[in-house]
């Protein structure tokens, strides 16, 4: 039998067959996926071949292999740095959902983010979330960064998951699509996919006063058939994402408006750096090249994963 991997809990795998039933399935004996080191053989969204076997009255599912993905979506653990996580697979866009503050979304996060994503051609749509908390001044900040990711050529969206405003822009783009939602942990993921279905009722939570982060709601990522004829991959909030398995060289291609110049540089082997008449440094003291794009570039080439986590706005 085939089917689609809808939850993975890291040693149960619910899956649903092209007939539309669910089964919980285990792995027959060890998977290694060729080239990829991760922590999970499996991940949600895996189109995967199993038999039925008889355990006592109920039928287990063996997977017994994995069909080829079109994409993954992978990071590195901050604290684990030599272990990899693949979040979802066969993915035809993801919304990465960001919010000022209660938590903040750090720009490093963000363009580490958008360089995963570009690196495994996944299309990436910004959502800014929490619109109805925000002062007049936090207003014209997340302009500025709408402005900012809409010029790099990123699709953006200003919404309130919470009063519903801007929702249905969402519903949309997800119609006929397998759709992530990612960001940080009380970002306010689960409240736009109950916004978007409410019959689903996933589990929400406040945010911690003391630590103004958001509690993981969310312990393992899972796919839901959507009403409107979407699916959605809902996954725990993440509170650090390191880059895999890029060198150094490869890094600006993966941000767009650096990849746009490089033709421009005067050694074709530029790394954006040191090198005397690099486009993206002259770009950068123009002002056409964002600071803290820079900033996100060179923490990446120089390996800085730990300690990426500080204010863009305070710290210039």
Request: charged content about 30%; hydrophobic content about 35%; overall charge neutral.
């Amino acid at each position: 039998m085939q089917g689609i991997v809808y939850k993975s809990t890291g040693s149960w795998y619910t899956v649903k067959s092209d007939a539309g039933d669910f089964y919980e399935c285990r792995i027959k004996g060890k998977f290694r996926i060729k080239g990829i080191k991760s922590t999970n053989p499996i991940a949600v969204g895996d189109r995967v071949i199993f038999d039925l076997e008889k355990k006592g009255d109920e039928e287990i599912g063996v997977i017994s292999q994995i069909k080829d993905r079109k994409n993954y979506i992978i990071r590195k653990s901050v604290n684990l740095s030599k272990q990899t996580h693949i979040i979802a697979v066969n993915l035809d866009q993801v919304f990465l959902l960001v919010t000022l503050n209660n938590p903040k979304t750090y720009t490093s996060f963000i363009d580490r983010f958008l360089v995963t994503a570009e690196a495994y051609e996944i299309p990436v749509i910004i959502v800014f979330n929490k619109l109805d908390v925000y002062t007049d001044e936090e207003q014209n900040e997340i302009d500025d960064l709408f402005k900012l990711y809409t010029a790099i050529g990123y699709q953006c969206i200003k919404l309130s998951a919470k009063t519903g405003e801007n929702v249905d822009k969402v519903k949309i783009l997800m119609k006929g699509k397998t759709s992530m939602f990612s960001g940080n942990s009380g970002v306010g993921k689960s409240t736009l996919v109950n916004t978007l279905e409410k019959g689903l009722k996933l589990k929400t939570a406040e945010i911690s006063e003391q630590h103004l982060q958001g509690q993981h709601t969310t312990t393992f990522a899972e796919m839901y058939d959507l009403s409107f004829g979407a699916r959605i991959i809902d996954t725990p909030g993440i509170r650090g994402f390191g880059i895999v398995d890029m060198e150094k060289d490869e890094i600006g291609d993966y941000f767009p408006e650096f990849f746009k110049l490089k033709p421009q540089c005067k050694f074709n082997n530029c790394i954006h750096l040191d090198e005397p008449k690099c486009a993206v440094k002259m770009a950068l003291e123009e002002d056409s090249v964002a600071f803290s794009r820079y900033r996100s570039y060179v923490q990446m080439v120089l390996g800085e994963d730990e300690n990426y986590r500080f204010d863009i706005y305070k710290d210039n």
